[in-house]
């Protein structure tokens, strides 16, 4: 069973910076493909990042990159969503989620391939 902890979202103006987290309550981490998802108001799930369990293999969806830097620190059991450049449409709660399965493009960036999901933090941009 594996436990996902989100944190570090918040108000922030359009333009700034912002970093997120994701603790993981599990014996071993290093198994782990991890991604990044996102839910606007009144829209559906949308994939943003994905990264490996040794954090050299990263994807992203369309709509942050550039923008967006996934990145894993196995011995803190952590992921961390790295966001710069934040818009207004980049409103959302953002769920980090995690599946013991080698990482491929293929259904890294799929809501329904991933079986522990974290509960969530919301990050709004102002324009």
């Known amino acids: 069973q594996v436990q996902l902890v989100e944190s570090g979202g918040t108000l922030v103006q359009a333009g700034d910076s912002l970093r997120l987290s994701c603790a993981a309550s599990?014996?071993?981490?290093?198994?782990?493909?991890v991604g990044w998802f996102r839910q606007p108001p009144g829209k559906e799930r949308e994939f943003v990042a994905a990264?490996?369990?040794?954090?050299?293999?990263?994807d992203y969806g369309d709509s942050v990159k550039g923008r967006v830097t996934i990145s894993r620190d196995n011995a803190k059991k952590t992921v961390y969503l790295q966001m710069n450049s934040l818009r207004p449409d980049d409103t959302a709660v953002y769920y980090c989620?995690?599946?013991?399965?080698?990482?491929?493009?293929?259904?890294?960036?799929?809501?329904?391939?991933?079986?522990?999901w974290g509960q969530g933090t919301q990050v709004t941009v102002s324009s």
């Open positions: 990264i490996s369990w040794s954090g050299g293999i990263t």
């Open positions: 599990v014996r071993t981490f290093g198994g782990y493909t």
């Open positions: 989620a995690a599946r013991a399965r080698p990482f491929s493009v293929g259904w890294a960036s799929h809501t329904s391939e991933y079986n522990y």
